[in-house]
Each structure stands twice: as C-alpha cells, then as structure tokens.
C-alpha cells in the first residue's frame, strides 16, 4: 500500500510540475492568458514557483500537509478563476478537474503522506 501513497503523491503533484515547467518556456502565451481573466502578470513567478515547489515537497513527502493544503487553496481558486464560464464546452470539465484535484490534496491533509516519505522518517526518528 506504500507504493500506493507515493504514486499518488506523484500523479497529483505531476499537473502542477509540467505546468510550471511549461509556464517558464511560455512567458508571454501565459501571461497574456492570465491576463484576459484579469490576473496580473506579477503573478506569473510566484505562480511558478507554487506550481514547482510544493508539489516536489508533495512527492518527497516534505511538510507534505502544509504543501497540500496551499495546493488544495491554489486548485481551487484555479477553478475559480479560470473555469467557471460554464457556457464554454470543456470548461465544466476543467472546473470538475481542479476541484477533485484540491480532494486528493484534501485526502493528503487528513491522512498524511504515508510511511514513504521524509516526514514519516523524521517523524520516526523523534520516536
């Protein structure tokens, strides 16, 4: 079941990764989209880095509860903000997708990371 918990880990925190991976190859593509929803552009980094830093503490399992419950904020306000022009085809879709995203992050807060992780290790170490 420990394999589990981190392969979860990892498929949640994936999203976030590749998204801020392509945010820093497609500068202007994403502020320019970011800014036809009304967000400002001095986002942009801070975007980048939320989207890069907490899901690796996710995956390695690092103040992973703390990490999930910004991500589970950051999932939310993403479908808020970005996917609520229910009128526009795949835009429930994206909507539905954040928020069962922000769950899995949710699941996280309340059950930990599991024993694969620094956390159960430090915790372990205390002990």
Not at 36 to 46: A, E, N
Not at 69 to 95: C, K, N, P, Y
Request: negative net charge.
């Amino acid at each position: 079941m420990h394999i589990i918990e981190i392969t979860g880990r990892i498929f949640l925190s994936a999203v976030f990764l590749i998204a801020g991976v392509n945010k820093i190859f497609n500068y202007e593509g994403t502020t320019a989209y970011m800014e036809s929803f009304g967000v400002p552009d001095f986002l942009y980094i801070p975007a980048i880095i939320l989207e890069i830093l907490f899901p690796l503490l996710i995956v390695i399992g690092y103040q992973t509860k703390i990490s999930a419950f910004i991500m589970a904020i950051f999932s939310v306000s993403l479908a808020i903000i970005f996917h609520t022009d229910f009128r526009e085809g795949m835009q429930m879709m994206f909507f539905l997708k954040d928020i069962a995203i922000a769950g899995g992050f949710m699941i996280i807060i309340v059950y930990g990371p599991g024993k694969i992780s620094l956390d159960h290790y430090f915790k372990s170490k205390q002990e």
